[in-house]
């Protein structure tokens, strides 16, 4: 009847109250769809948290710690393992692939635009650790190798990622932002 509450509290909401009075259930809230493999707090917004998903997901979500909600989520067309945020510059993120890509992404958050993406491993790139000064992401992958990125490099260049990509590859004999797409170093552990 109007007037009448959906729901009273400490009622479980079935969705059958607003079909009665003729709403449509809300859409569930985003989850992944796989195993989540990836976890990185924000160093930046203390309470933004950002998941990555398995092969059957492949997205990365940001969460509102405070409210619970997914803020944003972009299907990176990969399976995500490892994902870690920037703490030099505030808007940007790495994350590692594994089944189909076996590379890295960077990304420009809130947009998530992908900024670069960084190959060089044979086989699922399962972990990243940031150096201490922040400026240097290590990959460790299935293929028994490990990946220096200098991805985060305090340059003196003003602009984003791409700015400071392109300087350090001019800074190398190859040619456009060729460094920026390698590895700076790569150790076997064969």
């Not at 790495?94 to 491993?121: D, F, R, V």
């Not at 086989?123 to 240097?136: I, K, Y």
């Amino acid at each position: 009847p109007p007037g009448r509450p959906l729901r009273r509290a400490g009622e479980k909401d079935t969705g059958r109250e607003r079909a009665r009075a003729g709403g449509a259930p809300p859409p569930p809230p985003p989850r992944h769809t796989a195993a989540v493999k990836a976890l990185a707090w924000c160093p930046h917004r203390p309470h933004l948290l950002a998941s990555g998903g398995g092969t059957a997901d492949r997205h990365i979500r940001f969460w509102n710690t405070q409210n619970g909600k997914c803020v944003k989520e972009v299907d990176t067309k990969s399976q995500v393992c490892a994902i870690k945020w920037s703490t030099t510059y505030k808007d940007e993120i790495i994350s590692s692939h594994g089944y189909s890509q076996n590379q890295l992404a960077l990304w420009q958050y809130p947009k998530m635009n992908k900024i670069t993406e960084l190959n060089g491993h044979s086989a699922r790139v399962l972990h990243l650790a940031l150096s201490p000064d922040g400026e240097t992401v290590a990959s460790a992958a299935g293929d028994e190798t490990l990946r220096f990125w200098k991805v985060f490099e305090r340059t003196g260049c003003v602009g984003g990622a791409m700015d400071r990509l392109s300087a350090h590859a001019s800074k190398s004999a190859l040619p456009g932002n060729a460094k920026a797409k390698r590895s700076i170093r790569e150790v076997n552990l064969r």
